[in-house]
């Protein structure tokens, strides 16, 4: 191999390392809870997201769906992916006092668990 041909691909080669690094860095939760009581499931969506943001989450994506129709209000369905800034600031929100204290003065805790990609 010639010289500029060895050098382009050595550029190439830490180019795609970098890339892949970046991309490794970041760690998503996977959410989806389901709450049957209508109350506590608006309490949820806006004392969690908000609270979220706080800690460095971003909702990447995030599919709310309410069980009611015109004389009945239930709760409903939250799905979400939340991208953080690695594996160890996503573990570190959920296991949180914070969220776990949350969870627990809400009954949530055998509703909301954690998947971390």
């Known amino acids: 191999m010639n010289f500029w041909v060895e050098q382009k691909y050595l550029t190439l080669v830490c180019y795609i390392h970098q890339r892949l690094y970046f991309l490794m860095k970041k760690s998503y939760w996977l959410k989806k809870i389901s709450i049957a009581n ?23 994506k995030k599919d709310i769906t309410q069980d009611s129709n015109s004389s009945n209000w239930d709760g409903g369905n939250v799905g979400m992916v939340i991208e953080f800034d690695s594996k160890i600031a996503a573990k570190k929100a959920f296991y949180s006092d914070v969220f776990q204290n949350y969870l627990i ?13």
């Open 105 to 117: 003065s809400r009954e949530l805790t055998d509703l909301v668990t954690i998947s971390t990609l």
């Open 38 to 60: 209508s109350d506590l499931f608006l309490e949820y969506i806006r004392t969690v997201l908000p609270w979220l943001k706080s800690v460095g989450g971003i909702v990447i």
